[in-house]
């Protein structure tokens, strides 16, 4: 089992999407790439740990691949909004990409790459890739939201499966 780490908006989510991929066996909400140890959802929405709303993927790379997901990960969201994704705004929801290691760095800025060149976006790609710091997971209440209160986010997973098979 391998980890990736992503930040893509609102982590709720950003999770029940990765957790419905096959091959992930699990998705935590949580906080990376800021300067406070262990924060809070309160400290993170306040905008001064310059934490990211983020999701820790659990995933086989026998059955998922990692650029899939980076793939993936491109697709559930907008990544010309600087800072923000659907009614959500801030530095906590911005588009980031944090690697476990040179390979995944390889691969997150090879598919970064593609996605610019495909001009399927017409405004300019503001995700950041970067090593990946701390992650901090976030209080029990926003682990499985979406299945413990119902509810949808900017990420649809069923809305990507219309997409592509309408391709």
Known sequence: ????????????????????????????????????????????????????????????????????????????????????QGPDFGTQYRSVIFTYGPEQARIARERLGTVKASGRYKGTIVTQIEPAPAFWRAEDYHQRYFQKHGGHCHVSFAELQKAEAAK
Not at 5 to 17: H, I, K, N, P, S
Not at 54 to 69: G, H, I, N, Q
Request: contains cysteine; negative net charge; aromatic residues 14%.
């Open 1 to 84: 089992m391998e980890k990736a780490l992503f930040g893509a908006g609102c982590f709720w989510g950003v999770e029940e999407f990765f957790l419905q991929v096959p091959g992930v066996s699990d998705a935590v909400s949580g906080y990376a790439g800021g300067t406070t140890s262990n924060p809070t959802y309160k400290q993170v929405c306040a905008g001064d740990t310059y934490h990211a709303e983020v999701v820790e993927v659990t995933f086989d790379p026998a059955k998922v691949s990692y650029a899939a997901l980076v793939d993936l990960f491109f697709k559930m969201h907008n990544p010309t909004q600087l800072n923000r």
